[in-house]
């Protein structure tokens, strides 16, 4: 079992959706959460970067993590077709040196 | 800034070839990484590093090998490619523990026939 499970979509959405893209983790060390986007061809970039549990707004951006559950979330408000991409979860324990990702979920928001 | 640059972007290997693929960050970061994404599989660790002289396994590091001579510069190295090391390999550097912020290279897409 993966330490961080993402479901590889895809996700189809028309324009002014809400998108929620969610993962699971395992390792109750884990204490930060990340999100990065990935457009075709490019490496990953950083979207949305949370410490242990809570929520943080960025824009259309929502990043939610209940260490409960083990439960990672993003949430894209009024999305756009520019949204399109793969958005990647990761996490990393204090002082850790592995981040490690989900498998990414390929997102298409349809004009 | 140029960042994290990786050489090549593409290349085409046949089985048993050996091959290095080169990273440079000009960032003065400490931690280095090498990452490979497979359909289906995220970005999986192969090795990292912390500083200059110390390496580490990640996830996958079979069949590849590292060193970390300078700051700047971490190479991989493939000694015997085999078609299952196909895929789209990524260098990332950060500047340390506490801060988590991953940068990330344009990706070098190897092919193994």
Redesign the interface.
């Known amino acids: 079992q993966k330490e961080?499970e993402?479901d590889?979509g895809p996700l189809s959405v028309p324009e002014g959706a809400i998108v929620s893209l969610n993962c699971t983790y395992s390792n109750s060390a884990f204490q930060?959460f990340?999100w990065?986007r990935q457009y075709s061809?490019?490496?990953?970039?950083?979207l949305m970067?949370t410490y242990s549990s809570g929520n943080k707004e960025d824009g259309r951006f929502t990043a939610q993590v209940d260490k409960s559950s083990k439960y990672i979330s993003l949430f894209i408000r009024d999305s756009q077709p520019s949204d399109s991409a793969t958005y990647?979860c990761?996490s990393?324990n204090?002082?850790?040196?592995?981040?490690?990702?989900?498998?990414?979920t390929r997102l298409f928001v349809k004009a | 800034n140029a960042g994290v640059t990786q050489t090549p972007k593409f290349q085409v290997l046949k089985t048993g070839q050996s091959m290095t693929l080169q990273c440079a960050q000009d960032m003065n970061h400490e931690y280095m990484s090498w990452y490979r994404q497979d359909p289906g599989m995220g970005l999986r660790l192969i090795h990292y590093s912390v500083g200059a002289g110390i390496t580490d396994q990640g996830e996958v590091p079979n069949g590849y090998n590292v060193s970390r001579s300078t700051t700047e510069d971490f190479p991989l190295r493939l000694l015997s490619a085999a078609p299952s090391q196909t895929s789209v390999y990524f260098c990332a550097s950060k500047t340390g523990t506490g801060n988590e912020k991953l940068f990330f290279g344009s990706g070098t897409q190897l092919s193994v026939l």
């Open positions: 961080v993402q590889p930060y990340m990065y061809r490019k490496g990953p970039e950083l970067y990647l990761a990393i204090t002082g850790g040196f592995k981040t490690i990702f989900g498998a990414g």
